[in-house]
């Protein structure tokens, strides 16, 4: 924040006001920041001089990669992009507003994107921000919890708060604060109200992935969901209840109908993960030291990925991945993407599996598929195919997520 208003010209007084921090406190963490970034960049950064610093920083560093970088490839794209890495991109503004809200208290962050689009990345960068912020936390993956506890509001409600327990390192004292005449939401509130949070020393994030696994579980959704909503509305009101940010991650919405006074879907920070524009390709491009003949072929090489994969994350990365390594050139690349031979091959016969056991599935993506303009099927089969990644909507209608599926399975579903 600090950063940011420097560089439009603000005095520290007026970014107290306008953040509603004290003024001594903007200097002193003003200091510090100059300080770090004197020690980054190597020259003395002031408030003063930031913007020519930095500047001068950013041309030098463009003349060094142009004439001494070194292009590491060895990292192959699966899975989150680990935090060292230098092929992560960040989404700007939209990760800087998350971090702003972060240090509200009671936040509520909802980040949304289809499979593999960087939604746990992304996190992960979040949650580093929180440990800079002193703030205790606590990630679940909703992906290692039993299918059993999702049965059962009761059982998984009790395992929620021992493993919140177990991962802030306390001693669980459940049957102290569980009652079951005021049923389980009551007792679970209850639980962090008067026992887990009040024993913290500072801010608690609870950062939950895979959110949507749990929408399937409508025992457990219809009641859990809300209470997210309800801890976040607390906080307007209670002390305690100031001290949880919550963070959550999932791949689309749910299908179960929520009163919308209790969902958590419509409340806080949204956060939606838009796909890789034309400049961020270009970026990443650079970063895996990938040289074109001229720009003319760059941009037409970059628009062809760019129109295959709609700026799918993965998508890119893998042929940028592999283009780097010289195991296939551009023409081949695009040409073989929707075949056996493909770049793509094991990646989308991992989803014509999923659609050619589920009949069903596979009939409703092939009629939306086999036409070229946005198309409407049932609701519960729309939201399983956006959460395989392979739909997007528009309103209440729906497409391929990119022309790669549309090509691929328009083939392979006859």
């Avoid at 929180?130 to 703030?135: N, T």
């Avoid at 016969?349 to 999923?354: A, H, Q, W």
Wanted: net charge neutral; hydrophobic share 40%.
């Amino acid at each position: 924040m600090i950063l940011r208003k420097c560089w439009e010209g603000r005095t520290y007084d007026e970014i107290a006001v306008s953040s509603r921090y004290t003024p001594d406190y903007i200097r002193v963490a003003g200091s510090q920041l100059w300080q770090m970034l004197s020690e980054a960049t190597g020259a003395k950064v002031t408030k003063h001089n930031l913007r020519s610093s930095l500047i001068r920083w950013q041309h030098n560093q463009t003349q060094t990669l142009k004439h001494e970088f070194q292009p590491y490839t060895g990292e192959v794209p699966e899975g989150p992009v680990p935090l060292e890495s230098q092929f992560y991109i960040e989404r700007l503004p939209l990760e800087g507003r998350c971090r702003e809200e972060l240090a509200k208290p009671g936040s509520l962050i909802r980040i949304k994107a289809p499979g593999q689009w960087g939604k746990t990345s992304m996190m992960m960068r979040l949650l580093t921000h929180a440990k800079s912020l002193d703030y205790q936390i606590v990630r679940l993956n909703f992906q290692q919890i039993d299918w059993t506890l999702l049965s059962d509001l009761n059982r998984f409600m009790r395992w929620f708060c021992v493993y919140l327990t177990q991962q802030l390192q306390l001693e669980t004292k459940l049957d102290d604060y569980w009652d079951a005449d005021l049923g389980s939401k009551v007792s679970c509130t209850n639980y962090l109200q008067y026992y887990l949070l009040p024993q913290l020393q500072s801010n608690f994030l609870l950062a939950i992935d895979e959110m949507h696994r749990i929408f399937e579980a409508s025992a457990v959704a219809r009641d859990f969901l809300p209470l997210l909503r309800f801890w976040y509305e607390e906080a307007k009101q209670q002390e305690i209840w100031k001290k949880l940010r919550i963070i959550v991650a999932y791949s689309t919405e749910t299908f179960i109908p929520l009163n919308l006074n209790q969902s958590p879907f419509n409340v806080g920070l949204p956060a939606i993960l838009p796909e890789f524009s034309l400049e961020q390709i270009a970026e990443l491009a650079r970063r895996y030291g990938i040289e074109w003949m001229s720009n003319e072929t760059k941009t037409k090489d970059l628009t062809a990925l760019q129109n295959i994969t709609q700026g799918h994350p993965y998508l890119v990365r893998l042929a940028l991945y592999k283009l780097a390594q010289k195991e296939v050139s551009f023409g081949r690349l695009i040409q073989e993407a929707t075949t056996e031979a493909g770049i793509y091959s094991d990646y989308l016969r991992s989803r014509l599996i999923i659609l050619q056991t589920q009949p069903e599935l596979g009939q409703a993506f092939k009629k939306i598929a086999a036409i070229d303009h946005p198309t409407t099927i049932e609701p519960l089969l729309a939201y399983k195919l956006s959460s395989l990644g392979l739909v997007k909507h528009l309103g209440n209608e729906v497409l391929p997520s990119c022309e790669l599926y549309r090509f691929y399975f328009r083939d392979r579903l006859r």
